[in-house]
């Protein structure tokens, strides 16, 4: 039933069989396969190295991950619904197409019509991806490339905005060092999409309380997720900055509009190559919190409750 169940790539699940969650993650992405890509950008899909990394996340309490790899940089439904099988725990995949940068050739981005966009992802909710049979159980990460959308990326954020409505899907976004995340927001609202299914992400790369405040006056949420990344200087020593702003939204009440995650998305973030794996936040991040004195129910709020409430399907409009 919509509002009580989430869809993983198992199945659905009642909402209540789902505990500590990780809302944006990738368990195999591979950025530099794109043209004219040459970073060599990677999460490789080494299925017993990242199921070892994956149960150490289960063995501290994580019940739940949402892979928001997309199509065109590397999402396998049959990848997923074997770490699901192997790990035990519940994994969402996303659905949708990353920013312009990303789309597939194959997709026709920039031929096809909104509508027909947005068909597509509502076939794939309802009857599974291709032959595989396995659905989708979140739209992301939909992102831009650049602090405003393309023309592209504005039409993809509309297909995602109405595909939301239609099936009950959140959406989770990406949105880098700028206030971007606002205009994502402005034309998913104008969709059809419900703020409050919506997720801005990567809300920690741009550190302002103003532009965290105006996202969840409109109703949607902000996601803290490149918690324990260290690939530029500001992650490396940012995080003290993250970490009082969080605590500005928690004084003000607002714990109940922001989620938290790690977006691992390469190899070098995992424990296997001396990364902080898929437990940065429980075994560095959330012990930071309770220092500062952030209470239990805060933390499943925003560790629990928050991603749970988004993972939900709603009642399709």
């Given at each position: 039933?919509?509002?009580?169940?989430?869809?993983?790539?198992?199945?659905?699940?009642?909402?209540?069989?789902?505990?500590?969650?990780?809302?944006?993650?990738?368990?195999?992405?591979?950025?530099?396969?794109?043209?004219?890509?040459?970073?060599?950008?990677?999460l490789t899909?080494?299925?017993?190295?990242?199921?070892?990394?994956?149960?150490?996340?289960?063995?501290?309490?994580?019940?739940?991950?949402?892979?928001?790899?997309?199509?065109?940089?590397?999402?396998?439904?049959?990848?997923?619904?074997?770490?699901?099988?192997?790990?035990?725990?519940?994994?969402?995949?996303?659905?949708?197409?990353?920013?312009?940068?990303?789309?597939?050739?194959?997709?026709?981005?920039?031929?096809?019509?909104?509508?027909?966009?947005?068909?597509?992802?509502?076939?794939?909710?309802?009857?599974?991806?291709?032959?595989?049979?396995?659905?989708?159980?979140?739209?992301?990460?939909?992102?831009?490339?650049?602090?405003?959308?393309?023309?592209?990326?504005?039409?993809?954020?509309?297909?995602?905005?109405r595909a939301?409505?239609?099936?009950?899907?959140?959406?989770?976004?990406?949105?880098?060092?700028?206030?971007?995340?606002?205009?994502?927001?402005?034309?998913?609202?104008?969709?059809?999409?419900?703020?409050?299914?919506?997720?801005?992400?990567?809300?920690?790369?741009?550190?302002?309380?103003?532009?965290?405040?105006?996202?969840?006056?409109?109703?949607?949420?902000?996601?803290?997720?490149?918690?324990?990344?260290?690939?530029?200087?500001?992650?490396?020593?940012?995080?003290?900055?993250?970490?009082?702003?969080?605590?500005?939204?928690?004084?003000?009440?607002?714990?109940?509009?922001?989620?938290?995650?790690?977006?691992?998305?390469?190899?070098?973030?995992?424990?296997?190559?001396?990364?902080?794996?898929?437990v940065y936040?429980?075994?560095?991040?959330?012990?930071?919190?309770?220092?500062?004195?952030?209470?239990?129910?805060?933390?499943?709020?925003?560790?629990?409750?928050?991603?749970?409430?988004?993972?939900?399907?709603?009642?399709?409009?």
């Amino acid at each position: 039933m919509a509002g009580t169940e989430i869809q993983t790539v198992l199945g659905r699940v009642a909402a209540d069989e789902v505990g500590f969650t990780l809302p944006h993650e990738h368990t195999a992405i591979t950025l530099w396969g794109i043209a004219n890509r040459w970073d060599y950008w990677e999460l490789t899909p080494d299925e017993p190295m990242v199921a070892t990394e994956l149960e150490a996340f289960r063995a501290l309490g994580g019940s739940c991950l949402a892979d928001l790899t997309l199509p065109g940089v590397g999402r396998d439904p049959l990848w997923l619904r074997r770490l699901a099988e192997r790990t035990g725990l519940r994994l969402v995949m996303g659905a949708g197409w990353y920013r312009e940068a990303y789309y597939p050739p194959e997709a026709l981005i920039d031929r096809r019509s909104v509508e027909d966009l947005a068909e597509e992802l509502v076939r794939d909710f309802d009857e599974g991806v291709g032959e595989t049979g396995i659905r989708p159980g979140v739209l992301g990460e939909i992102g831009t490339d650049k602090p405003w959308l393309s023309a592209q990326e504005e039409r993809v954020f509309r297909a995602v905005g109405r595909a939301s409505r239609a099936t009950g899907m959140a959406v989770i976004t990406h949105a880098v060092m700028s206030d971007v995340g606002l205009a994502q927001l402005r034309v998913l609202e104008d969709a059809g999409a419900d703020p409050g299914r919506v997720v801005i992400g990567h809300a920690d790369s741009y550190p302002s309380l103003e532009h965290y405040l105006r996202i969840i006056e409109r109703g949607a949420s902000v996601e803290f997720d490149f918690l324990g990344m260290s690939f530029t200087v500001m992650e490396r020593h940012g995080e003290g900055r993250v970490i009082r702003l969080l605590l500005e939204l928690l004084e003000r009440g607002r714990e109940d509009r922001v989620l938290l995650s790690q977006d691992v998305c390469h190899n070098s973030q995992l424990k296997t190559y001396g990364g902080n794996g898929y437990v940065y936040l429980q075994e560095t991040f959330l012990p930071r919190l309770r220092d500062a004195g952030v209470p239990e129910t805060s933390i499943d709020r925003m560790t629990i409750e928050n991603p749970k409430r988004i993972l939900m399907l709603a009642a399709a409009g």
